[in-house]
């Protein structure tokens, strides 16, 4: 597509339900990134894919957030029992570079998801 | 680990000039980047520096400092829609991942 699509555009969970974040990155891009950010803050690291392979997971907050991406294009993040905490907009970002990126990122327009 | 430090706000008139400063610190350094977010909207890019010097691209300057661990965005001739957050950003020496400070949140007057 033209560009990164990210869906939901905006999710209401209550407390302990599960929630699936879907990134459709610009397509033949190879790397992807998922972000968090909270209100008023500065975008945080959770992950990268490269191609099909997670090669960083070390931001992941804990064990209930899992990222996959099994077929290197769409991307899907998902966080288990929610938590309020987990109130935030998740970004996902995607570049064509494989590691050295001496360009930006493509940024979607992200998830703001509410934990109630 | 990476510790990147913006102001928190900024004021400035239209018209005017205003230069935002970044200082970082980090373990490895592959290039700092500057992206421009507006409230609710995702970040978009701006600028990249890997070597030292300035860059510049239309209204928009980046200069970069690896020694002293400083940038700083330059925008010229304000305009209203330049009222947003600017992000610095690093990215580590391994080049896979981008870290971002909290942003910097310019209003820009009439």
């Known amino acids: 597509g033209a560009g990164v699509s990210q869906s939901p555009r905006y999710k209401v969970a209550k407390r302990g339900q599960d929630v699936a974040l879907r990134c459709d990155p610009i397509s033949g891009h190879v790397s992807l990134f998922w972000y968090q950010q909270a209100l008023g803050q500065g975008p945080e690291f959770l992950t990268y894919f490269q191609n099909e392979a997670q090669l960083d997971k070390s931001g992941l907050p804990s064990d209930r957030f899992f990222a996959e991406r099994p077929e290197g294009s769409v991307s899907t993040l998902k966080i288990q029992r929610t938590q309020q905490e987990d109130s935030a907009v998740y970004l996902c970002?995607?570049?064509?570079?494989?590691?050295?990126?001496?360009?930006?990122?493509?940024f979607g327009s992200g998830t703001r998801l509410t934990v109630v | 680990g990476q510790n990147i430090d913006q102001p928190t706000e900024m004021t400035a008139t239209e018209g005017a000039i205003v230069q935002i400063n970044c200082t970082y610190q980090?373990?490895?350094?592959?290039?700092l980047f500057w992206y421009q977010q507006h409230a609710g909207e995702a970040p978009t890019f701006l600028s990249y520096?890997?070597?030292?010097g300035l860059e510049e691209k239309g209204r928009f300057s980046s200069f970069l400092s690896r020694s002293k661990g400083y940038s700083y965005l330059l925008l010229k001739e304000l305009q209203m829609k330049d009222s947003a957050s600017y992000l610095c950003a690093v990215s580590e020496g391994g080049g896979f991942k981008t870290i971002f400070g909290a942003g910097t949140r310019l209003f820009v007057k009439a």
């Open positions: 520096n890997v070597l030292d």
């Open positions: 980090t373990s490895g350094f592959n290039g």
């Open positions: 970002a995607s570049s064509p570079r494989l590691d050295r990126s001496n360009y930006g990122y493509t």
